[in-house]
């Protein structure tokens, strides 16, 4: 095996786990965390190491205007996307929380349609989302009764909005003006999305729920986790791997993911998969499949990843999903 081979096998393994794994530590972090407040603290502090990191390699400071829509996109992505997720994931699994979450394709597919000139659907599409909506129905049981099934609607419903969040961002970002490096616009939208969670927070009165006494060490680690290797050395990963490998091949981790987070929760958190998860969850990841293979490789690539592909989307955090 060559050097490239070596170092292509180990970036699509850490985008494979790292990524999967992120539902996972986020459910440990807002263990005894305030979500929003966790969440705020994760990109602020996140983005600023990256920012600080590439303005000392040379690279160029956003102008007024991309700063502008670096904070729309933030808003969108961190604020509406990850700031439902980590809300949710309070009393939903993070196996499920993954598997709604990769519905975001299907909302990229519906918001570029509607916007101004936007791409109509083939019929290969449209079949992908018939499908993905149905999976959607199985995976939130409408017909679920009491308290329980009441929650479970809610964070079925939290989770479909922090998707058609994350989608709208994706969209309006693929459009907008940000900045050329990827890695720079990465970082100036943690700092906005963060900045904007910590804003949140603040009015949902998290300050105060905050009890540091009682923070346990495992949602300490699982924030770690997330700034580490959720936020920095996954997102380096794949920024590599989009200048050095096939989108297509690497737009396969939006399949492999969900299916990691649920094997995770399942193996990890003691999370229980039902077959009506199964056959939901692969009915969803058959659209998904459908939707992006037949689609080109870079708008894939734009839509269904991790972070930003510098070929789709220069300097956006907009084709990440929302962990």
């Not at 670096?70 to 949710?88: H, K, T, Y």
């Not at 995976?139 to 099934?149: N, Q, R, T, V």
């Not at 100036?188 to 105060?208: D, R, V």
């Not at 490998?245 to 998969?273: F, Q």
Request: proline share 4%; charged share 10%.
């Amino acid at each position: 095996m060559s050097k490239k081979q070596l170092n292509l096998l180990l970036a699509m393994a850490t985008v494979y786990l790292v990524w999967g794994s992120t539902y996972l530590a986020i459910r440990f972090a807002v263990e005894s965390l305030p979500p929003l407040l966790m969440a705020a603290v994760r990109f602020l502090i996140a983005g600023g190491i990256l920012c600080a990191w590439r303005a000392s390699r040379g690279d160029s400071l956003p102008t007024r205007r991309q700063l502008r829509n670096s904070a729309i996109v933030g808003a969108a992505l961190l604020l509406g996307g990850n700031g439902a997720v980590v809300i949710a994931e309070t009393w939903m699994s993070s196996g499920l929380a993954a598997l709604l979450v990769a519905t975001v394709p299907l909302f990229v597919v519906i918001f570029d349609f509607l916007r101004p000139g936007g791409l109509r659907p083939s019929l290969r599409t449209t079949a992908g989302l018939i499908i993905g909506f149905l999976g959607i129905t199985l995976l939130i049981d409408p017909s679920s009764l009491g308290a329980e099934g009441t929650a479970d609607l809610l964070g079925g419903a939290l989770l479909l909005f922090a998707a058609c969040s994350w989608a709208a961002g994706t969209v309006f970002a693929h459009h907008a003006d940000l900045p050329d490096s990827d890695l720079m616009g990465a970082s100036t939208h943690m700092l906005f999305g963060g900045s904007w969670l910590l804003i949140a927070a603040s009015l949902k009165g998290e300050w105060s729920a905050l009890d540091l006494n009682a923070v346990t060490t495992t949602s300490i680690y699982g924030l770690l986790y997330l700034i580490v290797f959720g936020s920095l050395v996954g997102f380096v990963a794949y920024s590599w791997l989009m200048r050095h490998a096939d989108s297509t091949l690497v737009s396969t981790y939006a399949y492999v993911n969900p299916v990691i987070a649920v094997l995770l929760g399942w193996a990890l958190a003691g999370e229980i998969v039902t077959g009506r998860t199964l056959v939901a969850g692969t009915i969803v990841l058959m659209a998904v499949a459908l939707i992006t293979s037949g689609r080109r490789p870079s708008a894939v690539a734009a839509e269904v990843a991790e972070v930003e592909p510098v070929s789709a989307v220069p300097g956006s955090l907009a084709s990440t999903d929302c962990a």
